[in-house]
């Protein structure tokens, strides 16, 4: 029938409801978030716009996790085509975003490029191959180079190539204006406020317990990072997760010098808004059972002393490349822990056995939060599976085991 009608029931009542009105209740569903980073933030942000009665439940402060010690660059870099064509289309839900709102970001492109002729002909031949599947791409001799950033010294090289598409943001600022704007929708954001436990009815979840009371909720989405694992266990499911470290140098402001993420392996920079100069060198290998120990579990710095070292030395290692940063003073350190899924990709959706508990967990968060909050809002509010997180179910592990076993 093109109207077919059923029954369900409210307050004991039976009523004959047609799509339409369960779409209407289904937008004004209780939905809970945890994470207030800028996965948690976005999917706020498209739930509350859409009607739905959202509370962010974060630990500490938005944006205090892996969001506010991410890199931040918005790229579509894959060699897996599904993965690729998610990451662009968040690049353009970016753009959309940014017309809305004030947003902190600056699409000035990115640079990388080699000096080993190997790595090189790698790089050239990978440019190619994404360029033609429409991530643009050029590969650069070294005048168009010296036009495009003049500021850069990036040596003699074999292959340089720019993306210009890609951009980067200030994930602090954007996080926290989608949940400024979510609170204009009616979304409430609490914290300091973690989420203890979770409250189910025989299978149906009720709510939440916190450190603040216990909400009554209809939907629960995680999306805690690398604590996803802790939460997602109290619903009976195991978040194959483990989690990588990010340190990051952060400059005093400077004049501008450029506008395109940078990258030589293993040195990767930027330049914010606000002049500073980021980033990291990830080729630094710990000499001392501290370091280890900082990168193996999720631990600060221990002192100012190594907190210093570490800075600086990235810092001067950034200035070969960009000679107008150099001594540069350090402003500050950063140490955070991306979570990083077992094969890699997002672990999107409700987990197996249930309608009501959600997971939004994905090692790039920065770059596809704008698209996920939009099509987990669809999944949620509109029950319309989105095929574009089709590879990336939270079941396809539990799949894989019993394949294996």
């Not at 402003?331 to 094969?343: E, H, M, S, V, Y």
């Amino acid at each position: 029938m093109s109207r077919r009608k059923f029954l369900i029931g409210i307050g004991g009542i039976a009523v004959a409801s047609t799509p339409g009105i369960l779409l209407a209740a289904r937008s004004h569903l209780k939905v809970g978030i945890v994470g207030g980073g800028i996965m948690g933030a976005s999917i706020a942000l498209h739930l509350a716009q859409a009607g739905a009665d959202v509370t962010v439940f974060e630990k500490t402060a938005p944006a205090s996790g892996a969001t506010g010690k991410s890199f931040a660059w918005l790229n579509a870099f894959s060699d897996d085509a599904h993965y690729r064509d998610l990451r662009l289309q968040s690049l353009a839900a970016y753009h959309q975003l940014q017309a809305q709102m004030q947003l902190d970001i600056t699409w000035g492109g990115s640079l990388l490029w080699k000096q080993e002729p190997e790595a090189a002909a790698n790089l050239r031949e990978r440019a190619l191959r994404l360029d033609r599947a429409g991530y643009r791409m050029r590969v650069l001799g070294p005048e168009e180079f010296s036009i495009l950033a003049p500021n850069l010294a990036p040596g003699a090289f074999e292959a340089a190539i720019y993306a210009g598409l890609d951009g980067h943001l200030d994930p602090v600022q954007v996080t926290n204006s989608f949940l400024d704007e979510a609170r204009k929708y009616g979304a409430r954001v609490l914290y300091p406020c973690a989420v203890t436990d979770l409250k189910f009815s025989g299978s149906r979840l009720t709510g939440v317990a916190t450190t603040s009371g216990e909400y009554s909720l209809d939907r629960l989405v995680i999306a805690a990072g690398v604590d996803t694992p802790t939460l997602a266990a109290k619903a009976d499911y195991v978040a194959p997760l483990n989690h990588s470290p990010g340190i990051l140098s952060h400059s005093a402001p400077l004049p501008p010098l450029i506008r395109t993420v940078n990258e030589q392996v293993p040195v990767s920079f930027k330049q914010t808004s606000s002049g500073r100069i980021v980033g990291t060198d990830s080729s630094y290998a710990p000499e001392t059972p501290v370091h280890r120990d900082i990168l193996r579990g999720r631990q600060e710095f221990p002192n100012a002393e190594l907190r210093s070292m570490h800075g600086r030395r990235i810092l001067d290692r950034i200035a070969t490349l960009l000679p107008g940063a150099r001594g540069a003073p350090l402003q500050r350190l950063t140490l955070g822990f991306r979570p990083l899924p077992k094969d890699g990709f997002p672990i999107v959706g409700y987990i197996p056995g249930s309608d009501h508990v959600y997971i939004a967990v994905t090692h790039s968060g920065v770059t596809l939060a704008a698209i996920m909050g939009q099509l987990i809002r669809r999944e949620i509010l509109d029950g319309l599976p989105s095929a574009a997180f089709a590879p990336y179910r939270p079941q396809r592990f539990s799949d894989l085991a019993l394949q294996l076993a």
